[in-house]
């Protein structure tokens, strides 16, 4: 049961009544009509008599145009009908015809059972189901992962559990760059430093990796194969291991942060499989050949100019596989979802025209570019000592941090602003810390559940101003979770738990619940609640304590 979507369809019968007795014109058609049905702001302080409506609307602003009065008129024989159904308490109408809609206390008491026996199903398949193919990551396994590519893990890992949720059949994809010159530099840099290890001194390329990341592969190839690749390390063996290390290292990390995938797509097979060759068959119609270079034209389809595919030494560009992968990836996907990096996002634009050039409709393809990270801690921007002007590996910010208040903390913005967290205050226990409020908040109400008797719904129970408030939060959820699986705006599930856990502790700060003549009732609100903050902040891949 969906308070918003009852009240929806009762006033979408009403209009469908007014049409049928010709009071709206007949160019009102049965399509469902675009207005606001809206809860309002209500502020803590506000009383009882205060407190007017559950929800508004401006329906008979937008069904004006087929109306011969005026909105006020309309809003009038929209409240009368409205009035008639015992789903509704009271329907006033404000001038210049608002409509503020009070919900009977009968239809929030069965809409709070409805919540308690769903459970982990409430708020589930809002939308129509699609199979969506969602990329993230994909960090080069050229060393460890990052904490850019954390918030790019935390977003995408997040929108993958909302869009199941929701209904949508979602393949978890990560992308390894196994194929590329990046790969050739990463093993010369193993290379040098695993003949170290051993006494050896090789003079380090300009271009090759420093980081204590190759030193620690290094050492596991040392640890593992003793000397085996010595004056051997250009063998397609020790580029094998590399890889197989720093990826089993990077899934590793990534299961520390409560991040899964279904796939691992390896850039090496499409060559091995003479996938791009196929691409490349695909995209001829499109290309033509310049200074020995093959170039796809994509500048006569909006792009700054024409992309090389194939440079003049024959070698593929990153853009070619990139191209291959995503022609395959549409094959068996409806819709395509990538989270990339803010460094990426000059590149939408060109991949986008390259699926036109495939014969995909480039809108089935979505981007979430997410912004940079910086970390804080005492007031002043953080860097491990041992690696001063690099980045923060992911596995020294869990070090510093749990995984739960990274990853909520990550999520409170929008991907495309910059974030600073804030190490101090994840980790701290008080209202500071919004995953610990929410955390201590669902612990709250375990405790309390712990100490009540059965739930049984007395229909008499006369609902405060702070319980209906609580109702009304939880009454929001089956809707944000239909908006973020069509915004991608996995920040307001966050925001949303910090909401809920307002409104639940407002209302418990004046309600007594244990040992009260309505505590089986009550338990209901209060259990309604643990389900829906446990539910909400599995979706984000965040732990529900039962006690802290």
């Not at 009509?33 to 602003?61: G, K, R």
């Not at 590996?393 to 804030?422: I, Y």
Request: aromatic share 10%.
């Amino acid at each position: 049961m969906s308070l918003f979507l009852n009240t929806k369809n009762k006033i979408n019968a009403v209009l469908k009544q007014l049409k049928d007795q010709q009071i709206l014109n007949s160019e009102f058609g049965d399509s469902e009509l675009v207005y606001s049905l809206a809860t309002p702001n209500v502020p803590e302080n506000l009383n009882s008599q205060q407190i007017n409506y559950h929800y508004a609307t401006n329906v008979a602003f937008i069904a004006k145009r087929f109306f011969k009065g005026s909105p006020m008129q309309l809003a009038n024989l929209i409240a009368e009908k409205l009035q008639q159904d015992p789903f509704f308490d009271k329907i006033d109408v404000a001038n210049p015809g608002f409509i503020n809609i009070v919900l009977n206390s009968q239809s929030l008491l069965d809409f709070l059972k409805s919540v308690v026996t769903l459970n982990e199903q409430y708020g589930a398949n809002q939308v129509k189901s699609q199979k969506i193919n969602l990329e993230f990551v994909s960090a080069n396994p050229t060393g460890f992962l990052h904490v850019g590519h954390a918030r790019g893990a935390a977003v995408g890992d997040s929108l993958a559990r909302i869009l199941t949720h929701a209904g949508h059949e979602v393949e978890r994809e990560y992308y390894i760059n196994d194929a590329g010159n990046q790969i050739n530099v990463l093993t010369q840099s193993a290379s040098v430093r695993y003949h170290k290890l051993f006494g050896i001194d090789i003079p380090m390329p300009e271009t090759c990796y420093r980081g204590d990341d190759i030193i620690w592969l290094a050492q596991q190839i040392k640890d593992k194969y003793n000397d085996k690749f010595i004056n051997q390390s250009e063998t397609k063996e020790f580029k094998k291991i590399c890889i197989e290390i720093l990826l089993n290292k990077i899934k590793e990390d990534l299961a520390n942060f409560n991040v899964t995938f279904n796939t691992f797509f390896s850039e090496q097979s499409l060559y091995d499989q003479e996938l791009i060759k196929q691409t490349l068959s695909t995209l001829q119609p499109h290309t033509f050949t310049q200074d020995n270079a093959l170039f796809l034209a994509t500048e006569k389809l909006g792009d700054d100019k024409d992309r090389v595919l194939i440079k003049q030494d024959g070698s593929y560009t990153y853009l070619l596989p990139d191209i291959a992968y995503h022609q395959i990836k549409s094959a068996k996907a409806e819709k395509l979802i990538n989270v990339w990096g803010a460094d990426h996002s000059g590149y939408i634009a060109r991949m986008k025209i390259a699926l036109e050039c495939l014969g995909v409709d480039s809108s089935k393809m979505d981007v979430l570019v997410v912004q940079l990270v910086r970390l804080i801690k005492n007031g002043e921007e953080f860097k491990m000592s041992k690696r001063a002007g690099t980045s923060v590996f992911l596995s020294d910010l869990l070090n510093e941090s749990s995984s739960d208040a990274v990853r909520f903390s990550m999520l409170t913005r929008e991907v495309n602003s910059k974030f600073d967290f804030d190490i101090d205050i994840a980790n701290s226990k008080d209202v500071k810390n919004p995953v610990f409020t929410v955390q201590y908040t669902h612990s709250r109400a375990t405790s309390i559940l712990n100490k009540v008797g059965t739930l049984s719904m007395n229909n008499q129970l006369s609902l405060s101003v702070k319980m209906q408030n609580l109702i009304m939060e939880l009454a929001k959820f089956p809707e944000l979770i239909k908006t973020i699986a069509q915004t991608y705006k996995v920040n307001l599930m966050p925001q949303y738990l910090i909401d809920l856990a307002k409104a639940f502790n407002s209302f418990y700060s004046e309600t007594k619940i244990v040992g009260s003549e309505n505590e089986a009732t009550l338990a209901y609100l209060v259990l309604a609640t643990k389900n829906t903050l446990k539910l909400g902040l599995n979706l984000i891949g965040v732990s529900a304590p039962e006690s802290m």
